[in-house]
């Protein structure tokens, strides 16, 4: 049988932190890094998953019939996919795919949900499934969920599967409505890498999460998307409180910054993320050294409208807002002086709202 390739894109999240798994509102784009999967099937029963970038030894050998394990490495992501399939009675047969991805690891640009869907989608061509781009985004997240064991919420996948170039996707996680609403072309994404990976990243993501779900509890609503600041002010405990503060009031930066966008207020946008920011700093306490210092830096510049943190957090990367004219020299700039201070290569990363998932 021929080949069958397809792109997911990484994606960043522009605001709406967290808010994902509690029911809430997010805004992310779609970016032009991503990885790439060109897939065959195999007549013996057999699956073999390679990476470009790891070495031919972490390259993933077994036989479908067998069964498999976590292995606790990047083929997990696929084999989470393969797994996911199996549960809901999809038939497969034996296969190979070949990865190749331009999305650094660790940086929190979500190159597990575009290994994921990017696995998806060739198996579902090549095995005759026939998904909604929501379906497919579920079942992603259950390979994560079920499989991986991280308890992420639907936003990566969404963001790698319904990109649209110059837009930014707004999703709604309770009703799962998703609109792509169109973001001022005079601006870039610029993404700053700090070169600290999230490596503990699973373990206090849960945390988070089941701190969030706590506090939820605490007020007797369903989902922290139920309440409001000023319930979640009630709280007696301070981490909870603190922990769902973050949650209503991201929910309420998202709902504030699309209106902003409708009215072409980016200024308006961009103090929303950097609020996002020190809310991620001083309320969910997943921010990290090196990431407040290089949102100070990137602040500091004259042409910068705001700055956050973006995605989970602990490490990683984050994105600046900025007029894509002035995004290379930003960069540079800020690169320069986060060296000098932290002795950190950071790798700057000048993105577009980019379209989602392709054959
Ligand atoms: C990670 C998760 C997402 C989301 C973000 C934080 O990227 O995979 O589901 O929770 O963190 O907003």
Redesign the pocket.
Known sequence: MSQISAFAPGRV?LL??????NEGL?LSAAIQLGVTAVGRRLSSGKIGLMSRQMSASAAWHGVLDEGFNRQNQWSDYPLGVVWALQQIGCRLGGFEVHFDSTLPVGA?L?S??ALEVATAMVLSRLFHFNFELMELAKLCRKA?NEFVG?Q?????QVSSLFGKEGHVVFLDCRSERVEQIPFPQEMALLVIHSGVSHTLSGSE?NERRTACFEAARLLGVSALRDATSQQVLQIADSTFRKRALHITDENARVVQAVAALREGDVREFGSLMTASHRSSQKNFENSAPELDILVELALEQNDVYGARLT???FGGAIIVLVPKQKAQHVAAQIVEAYGRRTGHIAKPIVCECGEGALF
Do not use: F, I, P
């Not at 709406?16 to 798994?21: C, E, L, M, P, S």
């Not at 992420?152 to 990566?156: A, F, N, Q, S, V």
């Open positions: 999240e709406g932190n967290h808010t994902d798994y997010v929190g979500s597990s949900a994560e991280v992420c919420g639907l936003l990566d993501y995605g989970g957090g």
